[in-house]
Nanobody, 123 residues
Framework: QVQLVESGGGLVQAGDSLKLSCAAS???????MGWFRQAPGKERDFVLA????????FVAEPVKGRFTISRDYAKNTVYLQMNSLKPEDTAVYYC?????????????????WGQGTQVTVSS
C-alpha cells in the first residue's frame, strides 16, 4: 500500500518556475513514479515518470526541456520541477505510483494516486 500527498501548486505568471512535491509512504523500490495533469474538460495526460530504483526518466513532448522529475531516497519524495511555465500548463497535477511493468504513459496502469494539486499559469 502506497499513499501519496502532493504539494507546491499555486498561481504563477507565464515564464515563472514552480516545484511540486509528492511525499510517499511505503516502500517504492519496485515502483515507477509518474506525474500526470488534467485540465478542465480534458483527459488526464502523462507528464513525466521516473523508475524509482534506477532513476531512468521519461518525459512527454510538450514539457521536454522545461520540466524535470527527480526523487529523494531519504525523504521518499518525488519532485516535479517546472520552468518556463505557459498558460497551457494550467491543470491539476497528480502524482501516481505504478508497480507492474509497462504502460507508464497510461494513467490506467497506475495503482495509487495522490489527491492532486492545482497549478494555474496566468498570461
Amino acid at each position: 500500500q502506497v499513499q501519496l500527498v502532493e504539494s507546491g501548486g499555486g498561481l504563477v505568471q507565464a515564464g515563472d518556475s514552480l516545484k511540486l512535491s509528492c511525499a510517499a509512504s511505503g516502500r517504492l523500490s519496485r515502483y515507477t513514479m509518474g506525474w500526470f495533469r488534467q485540465a478542465p474538460g480534458k483527459e488526464r495526460d502523462f507528464v513525466l515518470a521516473i523508475i524509482w530504483s534506477g532513476g531512468t526518466t521519461f518525459v512527454a513532448e510538450p514539457v521536454k526541456g522545461r520540466f524535470t522529475i527527480s526523487r529523494d531516497y531519504a525523504k521518499n519524495t518525488v519532485y516535479l520541477q517546472m520552468n518556463s511555465l505557459k498558460p497551457e500548463d494550467t491543470a491539476v497535477y497528480y502524482c501516481a505510483a505504478k508497480y507492474t511493468p509497462g504502460g507508464l504513459y497510461n494513467a490506467d496502469r497506475y495503482d495509487y494516486w495522490g489527491q492532486g494539486t492545482q497549478v494555474t499559469v496566468s498570461s
